[in-house]
């Protein structure tokens, strides 16, 4: 079988195979890039407030929280206000339900606004990473996304003397039945979203690619149910954020808690020239959780080549950055994805029911008429 043959199908098996969960990375990929618009819309009580005055200290507000939810283990200041408007959204997690939730509290007063956990955009995101199938539905995400890179890498070879074709809009053919319609729009929105669909598969793929590790994926460590509560933060924490603030420059994008007993406080900021591509959390300081004393300085030029390259994957895969223009543009491609994936299982569908040697073929134009009646009623 030659190479041209053998690439086309592992295309077309690559798409085929995975093509239903394929087809649901795309559909709540384009939903799940809108996640702040989302959550304001469900939850509209919990994200906005009405500014009243400084916001309170966050070892006061740590404390005040603490009194609201005895029941329930606080993980971080996940999201801190950007506008007075804004509220405090943190990581939490309810040992007695073993659900991981957010919480969002009023910066003024400390109250807590309420909690989610089962959010639509929660649904989603579980829906998009495991398939609601927990540690199996991960591992199969991890296979499907190199079975969506191997579609595109090939499909790149497939259509290799379309691409100058498409990207120059110089693409013949009628758009009258629903094949030419199916195999165009396949070749147009694969050549226009390759670079697209081939960054969404390799991120994709990066982020679960733990998986593969059966022993360590599936393996029987404790849960977080059966492990020991975090300990209280002790320490001043207005006082770790001033310092990490003197060091970078820039805004506080997160404070993490200690989650066992010798953890560390973690303080999440965006240094002056922190450059975009590498997210909101390449520059860090840590903390002792028991003393406060500095543990690591860590800035985004520390990051290796390496590193470099996971910060870059993941901040291009989430599309969070940009604002509305970036996210539009995310969401028409993921579209353009899912439409892909149909368009390629009807050219599949033709292929199979309507194999080249049953296909009718046309009278050749270029012979009399009278001769081709003559060989037609000597053929029957």
Not at 149 to 175: D, E, M, N
Not at 297 to 311: S, V
Request: proline share 5%; charged share 20%.
């Amino acid at each position: 079988m030659k190479t041209g043959r053998q690439i086309f199908l592992l295309h077309s098996w690559a798409g085929l195979i995975a093509g239903g969960f394929i087809l649901i990375f795309f559909l709540t990929g384009a939903v799940i890039v809108f996640r702040e618009e989302l959550n304001l819309r469900e939850h509209p009580h919990l994200l906005r407030v009405k500014p009243a005055g400084t916001p309170l200290p966050y070892r006061t507000l740590y404390e005040r929280v603490r009194s609201q939810v005895t029941d329930t283990w606080l993980y971080s200041f996940r999201t801190l206000p950007r506008r007075p408007e804004e509220t405090i959204e943190m990581r939490i997690y309810q040992p007695s339900t073993r659900r991981y939730g957010l919480l969002y509290v009023n910066p003024y007063n400390g109250r807590v606004l309420g909690q989610t956990f089962d959010s639509l955009y929660d649904q989603l995101l579980s829906l998009h990473y495991t398939f609601w199938l927990g540690k199996v539905g991960e591992l199969l995400a991890a296979v499907f996304a190199l079975a969506l890179l191997a579609s595109v890498v090939s499909g790149l070879y497939v259509y290799r003397k379309s691409l100058l074709k498409v990207l120059l809009f110089r693409i013949g053919g009628r758009w009258t039945s629903w094949a030419g319609i199916s195999s165009r729009l396949h070749r147009i929105l694969g050549v226009w979203g390759l670079f697209f669909y081939l960054l969404l598969a390799l991120s994709g793929f990066w982020m679960v690619k733990h998986a593969l590790n059966l022993p360590s994926h599936f393996g029987n460590g404790l849960s977080p149910g059966e492990a020991a509560p975090p300990p209280a933060i002790r320490v001043d924490l207005d006082r770790l954020v001033r310092q990490t603030r003197q060091w970078f420059g820039g805004r506080i994008q997160n404070i993490s808690f200690p989650r066992e007993k010798d953890g560390t406080i973690q303080i999440y900021a965006t240094a002056h020239g922190q450059t975009w591509l590498y997210g909101e959390y390449a520059s860090y300081a840590e903390f002792d959780g028991t003393t406060g004393a500095v543990r690591t300085i860590f800035r985004e030029q520390d990051l290796t080549a390496f590193e470099r390259f996971e910060y870059a994957l993941y901040t291009l895969h989430f599309g969070q950055y940009g604002g509305w223009p970036v996210k539009l543009l995310y969401c028409i491609f993921s579209l353009s994805g899912a439409v892909l994936t149909l368009t390629g299982f009807l050219l599949w569908y033709r292929r199979t029911r309507y194999p080249p040697r049953l296909r009718r073929k046309k009278p050749d134009r270029r012979m009399p008429a009278g001769f081709r009646a003559r060989s037609d009623s000597k053929t029957a």
